[in-house]
Each structure stands twice: as structure tokens, then as C-alpha cells.
């Protein structure tokens, strides 16, 4: 079987890799299980160095490995570089404050002696998606081999040229020989690979559905899973907020990769009074954004990753206008359609319950606008989802602000005055349908690890 790796630009086959054949996968795994066992003894400075010299050669590597993603999935260059540099960032804090958080931590008891202590579990497999191609492995594996443990990685079939280049730069950065491997397959072998003994945890970033297969198929081998699923994110905006800056932030938070993003903003929840506002500052924002060629440097938006998918998306819009909603923007494949995986950034307004664009994640640059009546309204409406990834607020109420992000929004990320993002330092994750578990941060680096109780008397 062959796996192919496509340019959304213009539908060629860029190049086409040889799937991984049973006893290749199953040698892989091996591998990287011998290499840990020797891994797992390393000391936290030495894997810290490892990991400096990993983050130097991301940022080296910055222009060519953006452009692998331009023409593997369409990420313009600039925010292709920004992707790597987030890597390379990644790596830098967790060389910089992983052996803090992997002390041991005392505990005082009746024993002479009580503590806890962070070991790492063994090889943990990563299965990553097409849309952030490096930033999706990074934020996994930063974490894991500071914290001794190795990695396989199953990436997206269309991304595989990315995936190689992860393995080749943990290579390079003088990391043990097979601590990090890629496997060339596709879904239908994860079961499988679920299923080896040496596979020890599952980390997942998808869409709900893969989440729910990967949960139980881990669950029946009591092995521990993080998921980070898909997401409504609700962007609530209020009376008193600065619509100027609250409107830019908006489009930029809505078609952050081209709308292709678990975390971009959804749905936008407004208050009527600075609705009609709103709505055209938005419009405005939305409109100024270049589409083009993600290899040229003033483009702002690529095409979708693939386009089926831009299919597909485009058929929930006229689902959504066909149950009452109203396109005032785009709505359109543009006439280079065809193989080409463009779409044109839209906008819907007048949507409410029962409308696909209030009820589903919408996963390419399409903004729903709903009206609320007020700020108690407002925030019941952003609740009214399935899902809980990421939600934001805007007002100049900073106190109100806080309030609603603290108390009100129910999401596993609340941000004011901004849009939702991660970050190294902070923890990022869901609840409900967005799934569990946190990766970055402290809390990222405790997931996969034997929190371990010893006791001296």
C-alpha cells in the first residue's frame, strides 16, 4: 500500500511513501522500547541538553521545514515559521524547568522518609493530526523525553514528509538512537499498535469521534489516554467591549490556519446593542485577509488541507443557510476550485439553535454570528455546546471579565481581551466532547509519568 502525500495548492502528488508493512511496525515499536530502557536512566541535565540542542535546530531549520508544511497542507510561510519557533519554545522550557517539576516532592507523614517521585512509563504513541504538523508532536514530545520516556508518533497520511523530518531532527539533535519513531500506515493499523505491550500510553489530537475509538480501544488494556478533541469555541462579546481591537482579534482567532484549528474561534456570541457594529467591523477584518499561495510571503490564507475537506465544509454552510442562516460573506468555492482546496472566508449571521453552524464544529475559515440579548444570554449561549476547549470575553469590564472566565464559561481555556492560545507554560485541554487530560506545563508533563509514593520507616 502506498501513502500519498498531496499539494493542496494544486492537487499533485508531491511524493508517495511505502506504508509501513506489519513486521516493519511491529520492529519500530521493538526499537524504541530497547532504546528507552537504556533512555530511562539518563539523567535530567543530560536530557535537558538534548532537548537545547533540539530547540536550536528547529529554529535553523525554520524556513525549510515551513515550507514543507506550505506545500504539504497549505500553511502560509510566515505562520509556518511561527509554528516551528513555538517548537523550538516548547523545547527551551521544558530543558529549562522540567527537572523542577519532575523533583521529587516530600510529603510529610508518620515515615522516617515520604516523598513522591515522577518516573517515566515507557513508550508513549502520538497520534497527531495534518493541521499544525510540528507544533502537535512537540507539545507531546517535549515533555516526554525530558521526562525519560520515548515516542511513537502516527501522523497524518498527508503530512508523512513532516513526520520523517520530526524523527530526523531528534536524530540530529544527538538524542539515543530510536527513542523517537515515525510509522508510515494508516488508521486502520492503530488498533494494533494500540494493542503492543510496549505501547504504554496514548496521546490524541483529532476530532471526537477518533477520540472515542481511541479511548475504548485503550481502555480495554487499562492503558492511560489524553485526548484533545474538536471544539465550538464561543467568543463572547459584550456591550462595553472595544470593537475596534475586538473585531480584529475575532478574524485573526477565526482563521488562524485557515479556520483549521481546534482552538480558532466558532461561534461569536453578541450582545444586540453592538451587533450591527460588530458585524461590520468583522466583515471588514475578514475581507482584508490575502488568500493566495501559501509560498508567497503576503499571503495571509491558504488553501484547506485537502479538498474533500473544503467539500465537505462547504456543504455545511448551505446547510446551515438552508435552516435560516444568512451569508453576508464568501460562502463560495472560488473559481480556481477544482482540485485546488480553496475556500473563500465566510461569514453567516442570523444563526441560532438548530442551525449546524450553532450545533457542530465548522472546521475551515467560517464565522457564525449570533445575537445574544444580554450578558446573562450571552454566556448561556456559549455554554450551549458539547463541546469545552477554549472560550474568550471582551469587555472593559475587567473585574466582570474575570468573572465570567473564572466562573461563568465552561471551557478548559478562558481568555479576556484575547484570543484563545496556547502556551508552553500553561496547561491546554478540554472537557465534555473536547476530551481530557492536559498537555504542557506542569500538569502536561505529569500526565504520562508513575507519580510514585515511597515510604522510609
Same mark, same amino acid.
Given at each position: ?11 499533485e502528488v508531491i511524493k508517495t511513501y511505502q506504508e509501513d508493512s506489519v513486521e516493519i511496525i511491529e520492529q519500530k515499536i521493538n526499537q524504541a522500547h530497547e532504546a528507552w530502557l537504556t533512555y530511562r536512566q539518563t539523567d535530567l541535565n543530560s536530557r ?158 483529532? $476530532?471526537?469521534? @477518533?477520540? !472515542? ?7 480495554? &488494556?487499562? /492503558?492511560? +489516554?489524553? %485526548? ?32 483549521? $484549528?481546534?482552538? @480558532?474561534? !466558532? ?7 453592538? &451587533?450591527? /457594529?460588530? +458585524?461590520? %467591523? ?46 453576508? &460573506? ?128
Open positions: 500500500m502506498s501513502i500519498l502525500s498531496i499539494n493542496p495548492v494544486n492537487g535537558a541538553k538534548l532537548l537545547l540542542e533540539l530547540s536550536k535546530l528547529l529554529t535553523e531549520r525554520k524556513d525549510q521545514l515551513a515550507k514543507l508544511m506550505a506545500l504539504e497542507m497549505g500553511k502560509p510561510l510566515q505562520a509556518g515559521i511561527a509554528e516551528i519557533l513555538k517548537c523550538a519554545s516548547v523545547c527551551e522550557y521544558y530543558a529549562k524547568n522540567g527537572a523542577e517539576f519532575l523533583a521529587d516532592q516530600t510529603i510529610k507523614t508518620n515515615a522516617t522518609k515520604s516523598y513522591v517521585s515522577f518516573q517515566p512509563i515507557g513508550l508513549v504513541l502520538a497520534i497527531m493530526p495534518w493541521n499544525f504538523p510540528f507544533w502537535q508532536v512537540f507539545r507531546f514530545l517535549a515533555p516526554a523525553l525530558m521526562a525519560g520516556n520515548c515516542g511513537v508518533l502516527k501522523h497524518s497520511s498527508g503530512v508523512t514528509g513532516c513526520a520523517i523530518e520530526i524523527e530526523k531532527l531528534v536524530e540530529d539533535a544527538g538524542f539515543p538512537v530510536n527513542v523517537f519513531k515515525t510509522l508510515i500506515c494508516s488508521n486502520n493499523a492503530i488498533p494494533k499498535v494500540i494493542e503492543h505491550p510496549n505501547i504504554k500510553a496514548v496521546t490524541l489530537t483529532g $476530532s471526537t469521534e @477518533a477520540g !472515542k475509538k481511541v479511548a475504548e480501544q485503550a481502555g480495554k &488494556l487499562i /492503558k492511560k +489516554t489524553v %485526548l484533545e478533541l474538536g471544539g465550538s469555541d464561543p467568543y463572547v462579546v459584550l456591550e462595553d467591549a472595544n470593537l475596534e481591537k475586538t473585531a480584529k482579534i475575532c478574524a485573526e482567532a477565526r482563521l488562524i490556519n485557515n479556520g483549521q $484549528s481546534c482552538i @480558532a474561534a !466558532k461561534r461569536f456570541i453578541v450582545v444586540k446593542s453592538v &451587533l450591527e /457594529k460588530f +458585524t461590520a %467591523l468583522f466583515k471588514a477584518e475578514m475581507e482584508s485577509k490575502i488568500t493566495g499561495n501559501p509560498l508567497q510571503e503576503k499571503t495571509n490564507l491558504g488553501p484547506m488541507a485537502r479538498a474533500e475537506l473544503r467539500d465537505e465544509l462547504h456543504q455545511q454552510v448551505l446547510q446551515s443557510i438552508k435552516q435560516g442562516a444568512k451569508c453576508i &460573506l464568501g460562502g463560495e468555492i472560488p473559481s480556481i476550485g477544482g482540485k485546488h482546496a480553496y475556500y473563500t472566508p465566510t461569514i453567516l449571521t442570523d444563526v441560532k439553535k438548530g442551525v449546524l453552524a450553532y450545533d457542530e464544529e465548522i472546521f475551515g475559515p467560517v464565522a457564525a454570528i449570533i445575537a445574544a440579548e444580554d450578558t446573562e444570554n450571552a454566556i448561556r449561549i456559549a455554554n450551549d455546546t458539547n463541546f469545552g476547549l477554549g472560550a474568550a470575553v471582551f469587555t472593559e469590564n475587567l473585574i466582570l471579565a474575570e468573572d465570567i472566565a473564572r466562573n461563568k464559561l465552561a471551557a478548559g481555556s478562558c481568555f479576556v481581551n484575547e484570543g484563545v492560545k496556547s502556551d508552553p507554560a500553561l496547561p491546554f485541554g478540554g472537557i465534555n466532547q473536547s476530551g481530557y487530560g492536559r498537555e504542557l506545563g506542569m500538569f502536561g508533563i505529569h500526565e504520562f509519568v508513575n507519580i510514585k509514593t515511597v515510604y522510609v520507616k
